[in-house]
């Protein structure tokens, strides 16, 4: 049974930082880029960050851009998200993904999801 359990969300002050975790377990993920989506009250889940499977390729959307910083630990199966100067609309429940590039364009595998909270 394949399961990524996200966890480090919470409350925090506007400019502040949080690192948000999602532990992959149930298959192997060799190959498997990693995405992070964000959905606050009243609004579409929204691309966030996806990491390649070396780590070394990090895509971000313009939001989060030069704030947020995409991690992975493949021998945990295990990524991260770093997230500095965090904004009160940065509040949201954040959810990891998984997908298999070779053979699919959508994200075959989804979290629970974590609550942040950003306050003014």
């Known amino acids: 049974q394949v399961q990524l359990v996200e966890s480090g969300g919470g409350l925090v002050q506007a400019g502040g930082s949080l690192r948000l975790s999602c532990a992959a377990s149930?298959?192997?993920?060799?190959?498997?880029?990693m995405g992070w989506f964000r959905q606050a009250p009243g609004k579409e889940r929204e691309f966030v960050a996806s990491?390649?499977?070396?780590?070394?390729?990090?895509y971000y959307a313009d939001s989060v851009k030069g704030r947020f910083t995409g991690s992975r630990d493949n021998a945990k199966n295990t990524v991260y998200l770093q997230m500095n100067s965090l904004k009160p609309e940065d509040t949201a429940v954040y959810y990891c993904?998984?997908?298999?590039?070779?053979?699919?364009?959508?994200?075959?595998?989804w979290g629970q999801g974590t609550q942040v909270t950003v306050s003014s």
């Open positions: 993904a998984a997908k298999d590039p070779r053979i699919a364009r959508t994200y075959d595998y």
């Open positions: 149930g298959r192997s993920f060799t190959g498997y880029v």
């Open positions: 990491i390649n499977w070396s780590g070394g390729f990090t």
